[in-house]
């Protein structure tokens, strides 16, 4: 069974950055950022890949967020540079069995196992 932990997140004014972290337990596997906004359906962020070699981003945050890997920590994080207002929501990080295509990797239900999520709240 994998255990994923969030934390990280806060109150930022826009502009601002916060470094997100995933902590897994029970194996090393493909990690997922997801996040949600009231009202709205959780969206793909980022994903990479067990080994680290591979990184998918979605549009909006290519340029300004980055996902990286420590497996000696078990740990995967997410940096946020330049957070905007539309950032604001709960980040989920997920994990899934398999190597994911670009699509995949963005798609909430490619993953088996989820964290209980941080709330990231990006507002002057």
């Known amino acids: 069974q994998v255990q994923l932990v969030e934390s990280g997140g806060g109150l930022v004014q826009p502009g601002g950055s916060l470094r997100l972290s995933c902590t897994a337990s029970?194996?090393?596997?493909?990690i997922g950022w997801f996040r949600q906004a009231p009202g709205k359906e959780r969206e793909g962020v980022s994903h990479?890949?067990?080994?680290?070699?591979?990184?998918y981003y979605e549009d909006s945050v290519k340029g300004r967020f980055a996902i990286s890997r420590d497996n000696s920590k078990n740990t995967v994080y997410l940096q946020m540079n330049d957070l905007k207002p539309e950032d604001t929501g709960v980040y989920y990080c997920?994990?899934?069995?398999?190597?994911?295509?670009?699509?995949?990797?963005?798609?909430?239900?490619?993953?088996?196992?989820w964290g209980q999520g941080t709330q990231v709240t990006v507002s002057l």
């Open positions: 997920a994990a899934a069995r398999g190597l994911l295509t670009a699509p995949q990797a963005l798609s909430a239900r490619m993953y088996q196992y």
């Open positions: 029970g194996s090393t596997l493909g």
């Open positions: 990479i890949f067990p080994g680290g070699g591979m990184k």
